[in-house]
């Protein structure tokens, strides 16, 4: 398509434009994967919102159904109440046919020799510029690299982009993608100018016309602002970040007078967090929202939504900074 955006990732990962739509317990499915892929961008189909093995199967054969453009799968691998069997999610993977992984979570390395044996290539997430370059030296095929405002897990280091990005691209040779507070061309811009090849987007593909969530969820992160998220975990040195609602400042609230996790065990739930995007009620449970929401303020298609970020990057590079230039 004339007009796309050319980068060491776009050509790495053989995806037209240079975003990636994170992968998202409960929101990654068939539907918003295929809108993403569709419109030349990378969708993931997140492994564990499948119950089973079994069903994300039948996840990425639907995603087939509605895309014949590469996409990705998810594979988050971080402490849980009840561990999922991992080993047969990677399995399903691999025998699948998809040729790019997103891991998170955990070292990538126990995985990479039967991905990379499938001729799968493996784009890893992580939140430290130490743990970007040990996943560089394990032979991933991609960093992503997550600062200190994205949704979900933000690590402890509390670095944020501006600083994350440029500090990591010094040491990464290999594709390199920026997460954590992108929902715009001008993070796009901004990215690509601090040293990454694209961007990864979560909170910001939530809020749109295919994301598989309730109206009413979609419309609190329209009307909420950059202010709006909260940290748990934080004493237990298992951040993540959420939207603010009752349950969530209570969580806080508790862990912070030196309550340990049994007593808000029951409150963060992913069960509860579930009937949040179900529902539609905010207050439900815990949910998972970036600061970005603070820049969102429409509900658009996913392929409108790509559409306008690559063209209105275009238009930033080659004409506002383009004019800045004698």
Known sequence: MSGALRTKFTE??????????????????????????????????????????????????????????????????????????????RQVIVESGVTIVETAGSNPGPHLPQFHAAGIKVLHKCTSVRHAIKAQDLGVDGISIDGFECAGHPGEDDIPGLVLIPAAAKHITIPMIASGGFADARGLVAALALGADGINMGTRFMCTEESPIHQNIKQSIVDSTERDTELIFRTLRNTARVASNSVSREVVEILAGGGQFEQVRD?????????????????????????CQGLIDDIPSAGALIERIVREAREIITGKLGQMVL
């Open 12 to 89: 790495t990962f053989g995806v037209e434009h240079p975003i990636v739509q994170g992968g998202m317990q409960w929101v990654g499915r068939a539907e918003l994967v295929a809108a993403v892929a569709n419109a030349g961008a990378l969708g993931m189909v997140t492994a564990l919102t499948q119950p089973t093995p079994e069903d994300l199967v039948k996840e990425i054969a639907r995603t087939r159904e509605l895309t014949d453009k590469p996409f990705g799968i998810n594979l988050t691998i971080l402490p849980a109440i009840t561990p999922p069997p991992y080993d047969e999610y």
């Open 267 to 291: 409150l963060v739930s992913g069960a509860r967090g579930k009937t949040v995007y179900e529902l539609g009620d905010p207050e439900a449970g815990i949910w998972s929202v970036g600061t």
